[in-house]
C-alpha cells in the first residue's frame, strides 16, 4: 500500500505547485499524468496494476490488502481529493486514518464521517482521533513483550469496545449543539458532558449489552477523557432493577430541563450585521450552520452581552444536573 500512498503524495505536491500561482498548460498536464500513471501493489495474492483515475479499481485493489482498507475520493473543484482509511468491518466507526488529502473537505460535525462504498452513502464514527489517547491505556495491557501487531489489534478492540457505548452517546441530531458547544466556538463543555449521559442513558443501553464485567468499556473510555461516563457505566453495573430504573427517570427530567435551557440560548439575541437590529441567535444559526467557524470569528459570540450571560446561565444548569446524575457514581481514578 506505501506505493499509493506515496504517489497520491507526488499528486498533491504537483497540485499544490498548479495552486501556488504557477497554474500553467505544463503543470496541468503534469497532474494529469501523475493521476494516470500505474503505480504497481502487492496483495495478498498477487501485483495489480493501478492508478488514480481508476477510483474504483483501487477500492478492490485495497480489499484484496485488508478487508478494512477503503478509499474515499472527493472532488475539489475539478481536482480529486483522497482518504484511505481502515474501518470496522463490521461496525459503522472508521478505526485509523491512513492518509488524508490537506484538501479533503472536513465534516461539519467532526464526531462522524460521510463514507462512500458499493453500498452508497452511510455515516461512520471517527475513532482516529481516539488511537493516541488509548496507546498508553493498550501498551499496560499488552504488556511488555507484546508484539506491535498486537498491540494495533489490541486498541482496535478497544476502540470497538468504546463505539459500544458511544454509539448511544452520540447521534446525528445532536450535531448543531456539538458544533455550537465545540471549544473553538462557545466551549459549553458541562453541556455537551451531559447531553451525552443523558442519551446513554435514555436510550437504557444496559438491555442492548449483556455483561458482568463492564470494565470493557469503562476502561477504554477513561483513556479517552470519558471519566463521567465510564462512572456512570460502573455505577449502573452495580446497581438493582430500582435504582437504574430511577437513573433513567432522572434522565429524562435532566434532558426536559436542558431542552429549556439551550431554547433560552437559541432566542439570545445578536447583532448579525452592523447597524442593523438584533435577530434571534437560532436563525442565524440554522441558515449559516455550515460556515459557523466563520461566524464565531466574524461577529465574536462570545462578546456578545445576551449570547454570553445564556451561556454562563446554560452551563451553569448543565453543571448542576450533572452533578445530580453523578451522585450515585462509583469512584474512578483516572490513568496517569
Aim: hydrophobic share 40%; aromatic share 12%; glycine share 4%.
Amino acid at each position: 500500500m506505501k506505493p499509493l500512498i506515496t504517489h497520491i503524495g507526488l499528486l498533491e505536491y504537483e497540485i499544490g505547485k498548479m495552486m501556488s500561482g504557477r497554474f500553467t498548460n505544463q503543470q496541468f498536464v503534469r497532474v494529469s499524468q501523475v493521476l494516470k500513471e500505474k503505480i504497481l501493489i502487492k496483495t495478498r495474492y498477487n501485483y495489480r496494476e493501478i492508478s488514480l483515475d481508476q477510483p474504483k479499481l483501487i477500492r478492490t485493489v485495497l480489499m484484496d490488502i485488508n478487508f478494512e482498507l477503503q478509499l474515499n475520493v472527493r472532488r475539489t473543484g475539478v481536482l480529486p481529493a483522497h482518504y484511505v482509511f481502515r474501518k470496522s468491518t463490521y461496525d459503522p466507526l472508521i478505526l485509523e486514518d491512513i492518509y488524508v488529502s490537506p484538501r479533503f473537505p472536513k465534516e461539519i460535525d467532526p464526531r462522524f464521517v460521510n463514507i462512500y462504498d458499493s453500498y452508497g452513502e452511510s455515516m461512520a464514527f471517527w475513532m482516529h482521533p481516539f488511537r493516541k489517547k488509548t496507546n498508553k491505556f493498550t501498551s499496560i495491557r499488552a504488556g511488555k513483550y507484546s508484539g506491535m501487531r498486537d498491540k494495533g489489534i489490541q486498541i482496535d478492540q478497544n476502540l470497538k469496545n468504546a463505539f459500544k457505548i458511544l454509539q448511544y452517546c452520540w447521534t446525528d441530531d445532536q450535531s448543531l449543539l456539538f458544533i455550537l458547544g465545540a471549544p473553538a466556538a462557545l466551549d459549553l463543555r458541562c453541556t455537551l458532558r451531559l447531553i451525552e449521559i443523558q442519551y446513554l442513558l435514555l436510550f437504557r443501553f444496559w438491555e442492548k449489552v449483556w455483561l458482568d464485567d463492564f470494565s470493557v468499556f469503562t476502561k477504554p473510555l477513561i483513556a479517552m477523557g470519558y471519566f463521567e461516563l465510564a462512572d456512570v457505566i460502573a455505577a449502573i453495573s452495580e446497581m438493582s432493577a430500582r435504582e437504574v430504573h430511577e437513573m433513567h427517570q432522572l434522565a429524562t427530567k435532566t434532558y426536559n430541563q436542558l431542552q429549556e435551557e439551550i431554547g433560552r440560548l437559541l432566542d439570545s439575541a445578536v447583532y448579525a450585521n452592523h447597524g442593523d437590529g438584533p435577530i434571534p441567535f437560532f436563525k442565524l444559526l440554522y441558515a449559516q450552520h455550515r460556515d459557523f467557524e466563520q461566524i464565531v470569528s466574524s461577529l465574536k459570540l462570545k462578546a456578545e452581552p445576551d449570547i454570553s450571560n445564556a451561556c454562563e446561565q446554560l452551563e451553569s444548569q448543565s453543571a448542576e444536573m450533572l452533578n445530580s446524575l453523578m451522585t450515585q457514581r462509583k469512584e474512578i481514578t483516572p490513568l496517569t
